[in-house]
């Protein structure tokens, strides 16, 4: 039932001393920086979803916080505008030099949006590296297998001597791979 303004101004009016001016100051630095300025007198129903997301994420720039934390941001968009969104957080992140922690079962975001990521399976911590470290040298099977597109292909196969042997083919070891 509020104006775009009005959802920005809301946090700020009910936990701060900030006056109104500060309030309105903010406000419009921040959606100046969102490109939403436009899109001040407009209610949530009249917003696309990204402009949606635009202002959730200006609600919380508003507030001046010590970090983000972003839980599936861009889940509910379709592939263009998660594309779009992605680069816009990371500018957005950059101009403002806020720490984010960032939740995705997306592995294209992780791998493009993070300086460093930490992989889950099940609640427990499998590996934490930049996404290069975790492409490069995963932990485990579970690391090598979620991150890249396509994921990676498994074989069983023995080592015998200094080749590797499966069913249809030997492969020959490198001294630094044995």
Avoid: W
Avoid at 42 to 47: A, F, G, I
Avoid at 75 to 96: F, G, H, N, V, Y
Avoid at 108 to 131: S, Y
Wanted: net charge negative; charged share 25%; with cysteine.
């Amino acid at each position: 039932h509020m104006t775009v303004r009005e959802n920005m101004s809301f946090g700020l009016e009910e936990s701060t001393d900030l006056d109104e001016d500060a309030i309105s100051d903010r406000v419009e630095e921040s959606t100046a920086m969102m490109g939403i300025a436009d899109l001040l007198y407009r209610k949530p129903s009249e917003l696309s979803g990204g402009q949606q997301q635009r202002v959730a994420l200006g609600r919380a720039i508003v507030r001046d916080p010590e970090a983000f934390l972003m839980d599936e941001p861009l889940s509910k968009l379709d592939a263009k505008l998660r594309a779009t969104m992605r680069t816009e957080l990371q500018r957005i992140q950059e101009d403002l030099g806020v720490t984010t922690i960032y939740v995705t079962h997306d592995q294209t975001e992780a791998m493009t949006m993070g300086d460093r990521i930490a992989i889950l399976n099940d609640g427990v911590l499998q590996q934490v590296g930049t996404p290069l470290e975790c492409y490069h040298t995963p932990n485990n099977r579970f690391v090598a297998g979620f991150i890249g597109d396509p994921s990676m292909n498994f074989f069983e196969m023995a080592v015998d001597g200094e080749t590797l042997v499966i069913d249809r083919f030997e492969y020959p070891l490198k001294p630094a791979q044995q």
